[in-house]
């Protein structure tokens, strides 16, 4: 391939070729392909792909004998295709008269080259061609023969061997040559005529048909010496037994070009196709035969080591069946055999492949980063030696690694695996990439510049297939070993934009323990080690807290999630050794992210909102002295109906152990928003959800976004601030203290207009907690104090009430001030539900003051009402539910005022009559 790219329009539809520019020298852009661009197959000897065949079919289809051409099909204009063809032929004969005398054709963007016009006639023409092919093929053949030699045309063998197919996009619209047709078959005129062959082709022609190689293939070229007789080649770097053949192959040098400008897969599929097929004859056979059905028909050099590498890599040596005498040398099953019973090796296998193909191949050897690597490990031959193959296609070496590039479709256990899958990443990687797990004993065979030292080799990071896979690069750790400090550390890697969207990933931490390694988890799920996001977006950050001192295993998976193929799914792209010398001394993890990752989720874009600022698209946000903003735009009319809600989540409480908070979100300015206040100096997680509907689950909670909210510490503040700060705060302590409703509520308001609250924020906490604890029980009481007289007169008018109307009314008696001696008979009860005036049960109620209750009090009424339900209670009575409810309300605000509190009751007092108690540290709640 040359290096002047092609020009492309404005409209980006397809590639324009000037009359004066070389096709050698042109650039052919290959861009992906929609699905179903596949053909159906069509017979080998029914289906015309060259140049020649084409034109031939035209002369043929429009002339009734086959040699004199007939004017009246054309003249008529009866046909559009006809006549779209000959305006096309025109330009052709143009092309190739302005070709001859260096001018330039009075329409120059229109014209493209001859191979190119000759690939859209046949897509035009296809279904007339099949059905007028007659069986004189060979006549029809030399007509364009003559034709070519009419208009001076130099498309010749040699010519069309050295070209790829058109791009994909080329032809637009729905008219486009498909992917995945035999690239470069050969042409039947060619054979039958005997054309003289290329000299390039007379060079490897001596290689296939070396006495070294036919009867018993070997190997020719390797970087050990493997013969007695080998001769080592100073200006290659390699042995071999053939020194005459050398000076036709260039030194090792570093490929001019990357895999991916001259290799699509996709282009490749009836290669693929046919190598998968091979019959069983030809499994029985001899290798060099093999070598020929699947060589035969491709002239170029990238579909014969395909067609090579697919069918050595599908071999499926488990389900593989040996004759009971051993084959002979020179035939297939006796290499296959050697390979199952590790007596040979695919390198060399590889090798006698090519070799036969006339396509020089180098077996290289040295150390591999395998299987049995482990990280940083220094490499030693006995445990990490291997052999891997260079082909010399198109006068540059390329790397093929066939066995690594043979996958078995299955677990290592199971005895039925259907087939074997080729591995894409071993057929011709990019030395740059083959080099973070091969390095050849032989440097130069790197095929890189500068070459790369074994010291640097074992440094380098250990990164898998998956990641250059993803088009992935290394930002921040170039090495496999991490020495972390302070027990935290971020790793970073680049993304290709375009891709990027598609990506998701994963890390896993391990611990070592003696030999073996341990993966840290939260088994509570409150909290995880890792915090994956995304700085912008061409970029991940990897951040990691460990726990403590000790040696650690990081592994980084990922996938794209566009690709559907079946089996796909997350494998490796990186690997590290992390040494902590010191782990994390405030926070040793990260809060656990619900389900939709650190960031935002496609969803919150689909539902119509978008985050207001740039901070909260990286994941993490900074609140200020513990205070922040967090906005949302709302871009559909749809979107302003959205009920949202969110949880603060931390490492020690998890989105199972905190509520739902909704009230907070304000809507203005065409934006929701919610103002969050952290601790000073603390960390904390805002995860985002918002009701909708799911078309199977029906509506539900989802989760839009998560992210990481770092409170910075304190200012320091001078003199004055400091003795207005104090001042607010003892205001607020004694609200605290006396624990009054409208007190607290006056103390919280002074230190919010004094903006004090970041000074005093646990403080602050407290007392909002107590003022929504208050405000419930003076609910509860307005409750109570709203039941007329006729409902308690209900109550009293039981003559024989049930074990739970009893019991509650006991219990709201004690708690004002009538001890279970003076309830325990019902007549008892009645009676005081009968006083009216100052010692009337609802007035008492109205004058009840919840700091002049005790503790134990408060736990006998607990005792008496015992596990009852409140459902269980209005069943029976409105007006005993009601005292229900102000009972437990009551019971519920002590248990939390003495929470801290280290007491435990022995008995909890229901007598009058004096009751020791002891007291011990421990904490009630527990004993509760």
Not at 158 to 178: A, T
Not at 403 to 418: F, M, P, R
Not at 465 to 486: A, G, T, W, Y
Not at 512 to 530: A, F, G, T
Request: contains cysteine.
């Amino acid at each position: 391939m040359g290096n002047a790219p092609s020009e492309i329009d404005d409209a980006g539809k397809r590639n324009r070729i000037t009359p004066n520019m070389s096709r050698q020298n042109t650039q052919i852009t290959v861009r992906p392909v929609d699905e179903g661009m596949e053909m159906d197959f069509v017979d080998e000897r029914s289906m015309s792909h060259s140049p020649s065949q084409v034109f031939a079919e035209r002369a043929w289809r429009d002339t009734p004998d086959g040699r004199t051409p007939s004017p009246n099909p054309m003249s008529n204009g009866g046909n559009y295709k006809k006549k779209k063809a000959i305006d096309r032929l025109n330009q052709v004969m143009d092309y190739m008269s302005a070709k001859r005398s260096n001018t330039v054709l009075s329409n120059p963007a229109s014209t493209r080259s001859t191979k190119d016009i000759v690939y859209e006639l046949e897509e035009e023409f296809s279904d007339d061609i099949n059905k007028k092919l007659g069986k004189n093929q060979e006549e029809k053949y030399n007509v364009i023969e003559n034709f070519f030699e009419r208009m001076g045309s130099t498309v010749s063998a040699g010519e069309e061997s050295s070209e790829r197919d058109p791009s994909p996009d080329y032809y637009g619209g729905s008219k486009k040559r498909p992917l995945g047709d035999d690239p470069h078959p050969v042409s039947i005129g060619e054979k039958k005529k005997g054309l003289p062959d290329d000299p390039v082709d007379e060079k490897k022609n001596r290689l296939a048909t070396s006495q070294l190689n036919r009867e018993k293939p070997t190997v020719q070229f390797a970087t050990m010496k493997f013969h007695k007789k080998c001769v080592y080649s100073q200006t290659h770097f390699l042995y071999t037994r053939d020194e005459s053949l050398l000076p036709d192959m260039p030194p090792p040098h570093p490929p001019y070009t990357r895999k991916s400008e001259i290799f699509d897969a996709r282009q490749y599929r009836r290669v693929d196709k046919k190598a998968l097929k091979v019959r069983k004859a030809i499994i029985n056979g001899m290798l060099s035969e093999l070598v020929t059905y699947l060589t035969e028909r491709y002239r170029d050099d990238i579909s014969k080591l395909r067609a090579l590498y697919v069918w050595l890599t599908s071999q499926n040596l488990r389900k593989l069946k040996l004759p009971l005498k051993p084959a002979r040398e020179g035939h297939v099953l006796h290499y296959l055999e050697k390979l199952k019973k590790k007596r040979g090796n695919y390198a060399q296998l590889f090798s006698h492949l090519c070799n036969l193909a006339g396509l020089p191949c180098v077996v290289i050897h040295g150390y591999l980063k395998g299987s049995t690597y482990e990280i940083g490990q220094t490499l030693s031959k006995d445990t990490h030696y291997g052999e891997w193959n260079a082909v010399l296609i198109n006068n540059n070496w390329r790397f093929i690694n066939a066995y690594w590039g043979s996958c078995a479709v299955g677990t290592e256990t199971d005895s039925d695996i259907a087939m074997y899958r080729l591995d894409e990443n071993f057929f011709m990687p990019d030395p740059d990439q083959l080099a973070y797990t091969h390095f050849p004993e032989e440097q130069k065979w790197q095929l890189l510049e500068p070459s790369m030292s074994m010291f640097i080799f074992e440094k380098r990071a250990f990164l898998k297939e998956r990641f250059f896979e993803l088009d992935m690069r290394v930002l921040s750790h170039p090495d496999c070993e991490i020495k972390v400090q302070n027990g935290e550390e971020e790793i970073l890697f680049g993304m290709n934009p375009a891709r990027a969207p598609n990506l998701d990933f994963m890390c896993f931490i391990f611990l070592k323990e003696e030999k073996d390694y341990r993966i840290l988890y939260d088994d509570e799920n409150r909290y995880q080690h890792d915090f994956l996001y995304r700085p912008n977006d061409d970029s991940l950050s990897i951040k990691i807290r460990f726990p403590k001192k000790g040696t650690y295993r990081v592994e980084i998976v990922g996938k794209d999630n566009s690709i559907m193929d079946e089996g796909y799914d997350y494998d490796w792209i990186a690997v590290y050794k992390a040494t902590v010398v010191n782990g994390c001394k405030k926070y040793v993890a990260f809060p656990k992210a619900a389900d939709a990752g650190w960031g935002n989720s496609p969803i919150l874009e689909q539902i119509g909102l978008e985050s207001a600022n740039y901070e909260q698209r990286r994941a993490i946000l900074t609140a200020e002295e513990g205070m922040c903003t967090i906005g949302y735009e709302i871009k559909t009319p749809e979107a302003r109906d959205l009920m949202l809600s969110y949880k603060m989540i931390n490492v020690n409480s998890g989105l199972d152990d905190v509520t739902m908070e909704s009230d907070d979100f304000t809507m203005e300015d065409g934006k929701f928003q919610v103002h969050i206040n952290l601790p000073p100096g603390d960390e904390s997680a805002f995860c985002l959800f918002a009701q909708i509907d799911d078309p199977e689950y029906g509506s539900i909670e989802k989760n839009l976004c998560n992210y990481l909210i770092i409170s910075t510490p304190l200012k320091e503040l001078d003199k004055q601030e400091k003795q207005a700060v104090k001042s607010v705060e003892e205001v607020l302590d004694d609200a605290i203290h006396f624990k009054q409703l409208e007190m607290l509520e006056r103390a919280v308001d002074l230190v919010e207009t004094k903006r004090a609250t970041r000074h005093m924020y646990a403080k602050v906490m407290e007392a909002k907690d107590t003022i929504e604890r208050l405000k419930s029980i003076s609910k509860m009481m307005h409750k109570v104090l709203s039941l007329d007289q006729r409902t308690i007169a209900e109550i009293r008018g039981y003559s024989n009430p049930s074990p739970e109307i009893h019991a509650v009314m006991k219990a709201t008696l004690l708690l004002l001030g009538h001890y279970e001696e003076e309830t325990r008979e019902w007549r008892s009860v009645q009676a005081i539900l009968g006083k009216t005036g100052r010692n009337s049960l609802k007035r008492k109620i109205n004058m009840f003051d919840i700091n002049h209750c005790k503790l134990d009090i408060a736990l006998g009424a607990q005792k008496l009402l015992g596990d009852m339900k409140l459902q269980d209670i209005l069943n029976q009575s409105c007006g005993a539910a009601t005292f229900f409810e102000w009972t437990t309300e009551i019971i519920h605000e002590m248990k939390n005022r003495y929470e801290d509190d280290v007491v435990q009751m022995t008995i909890a007092r229901t007598r009058s009559s004096r009751i020791s108690y002891t007291r011990q540290k421990t904490s009630i709640c527990t004993e509760l």
